[in-house]
């Protein structure tokens, strides 16, 4: 008993300082990714113009038709900044991968395969890039009411709406002080507020900007007092945030069921292939293995968005 205890005292003594040397070093990389990356552009260009032209270039997703168009602005709003040879080398990584994975698991005609192994990099990359937009969504949504109130304290100190902005851009970190800070580029280069305001919806993706960007143009045809309002849709967007953590709280157990759901079919492949290596073997003499891999991929898919239905909410 007693050795029981003191291994389990040195094993809790290696995970605290597993631990702490983990927080530390995420730690300080993530100081470093919050570094408004307008602003470094910025010190390493020769002017604003040029410093604003380079980070929507980075940004940009490219053009092509609309199915691309879409995935462009999907990658855009991401707020990844890769070059196209970064871009090229990470799928051809998913590639590889994929087709390691299609390999270990299946052994039908090499077409086949094939088809299969594009269909799945097409989607891993699309879900990365989807996954990185949201994250992204989120992160902006839980900035934006400290944004609004800097522009509130900026309004209320006298100062104009585009100095307001441009103080937003320079003091909040990434993703919403670059955002911002495009926005102030725009109008210190002369587009109107309302262009600029649709241009970051376009960018940003959040039902929120579209929000701030119905006050602003609203208050500026109609008049009125502006920092008033954009204290209320502050406290507006901190309310929808709250009503938000609530709900996922709620659909917690719900959302983890349907992880468990949707992994338990490959994890009891995974296991049958590795303790039963011939266990599929007649599955796949029969001629009909393919089919039957089809139509289980499309029912679990059918299935995870149903799931997604009944553990999402819109409010």
């Given amino acids: 008993m007693t050795e029981i205890m003191i291994y389990g005292a040195v094993f809790v003594a290696g995970l605290l300082v597993f631990d702490t040397l983990l927080r530390a070093l995420f730690g300080a990389r993530r100081k470093s990714a919050e570094v408004n990356s307008r602003l470094e552009t910025l010190a390493q260009s020769t002017n604003r113009g040029e410093a604003y032209r380079d980070l929507l270039r980075k940004r940009s997703g490219g ?3 609309s199915v691309f168009r879409r995935i462009g602005r999907l990658y855009e709003q991401s707020g990844l900044e890769l070059a196209p040879h970064q871009r090229f080398l990470y799928v051809a990584v998913i590639f590889v991968a994929a ?37 992204r969504v989120r992160k902006f949504v839980n900035q934006l009411p400290n944004a609004l109130d800097i522009i509130v304290r900026s309004l209320n100190a006298g100062h104009p709406l585009t100095s307001a902005i441009a103080l937003v851009a320079r003091e909040m970190p990434d993703p ?17 507020l309302d262009d600029s305001m649709l241009d970051m919806i376009d960018r940003v993706g959040a039902e929120e900007v579209k929000l701030l960007a119905v006050t602003l143009t609203v208050q500026q045809g109609t008049g009125g007092n502006l920092a ?25 157990e719900g ?61």
């Fill in 63 to 65: 053009e092509g038709g």
């Fill in 99 to 135: 087709w390691f994975l299609i390999s270990a698991v299946y052994a039908g005609p090499i077409i086949v395969k094939l088809v299969i192994q594009v269909a799945l990099t097409f989607t891993v990359t699309i879900a990365i890039i989807a996954y990185m937009r949201a994250r």
């Fill in 176 to 192: 919403i002080g670059s955002e911002f800070g495009i926005l102030s580029d725009q109008l210190t280069f002369g587009a109107n």
């Fill in 228 to 252: 008033e309002l954009l204290e209320n849709l502050a406290m507006m967007v901190r309310e929808r945030l709250m009503l938000r953590n609530k709900i996922r709280a709620i659909s917690a």
């Fill in 255 to 315: 959302r983890a069921t349907m992880f468990i759901l949707l992994a338990f079919p490959f994890g009891l492949f995974l296991m049958i292939q590795t303790l039963r290596p011939d266990y599929f073997e007649p599955l796949w003499e029969s001629g009909y293995g393919t089919e039957t891999v089809v139509v289980c991929l499309v029912s679990m898919a059918i299935g995870a968005v149903i799931l997604n239905r009944m553990v999402n909410f819109d409010f």
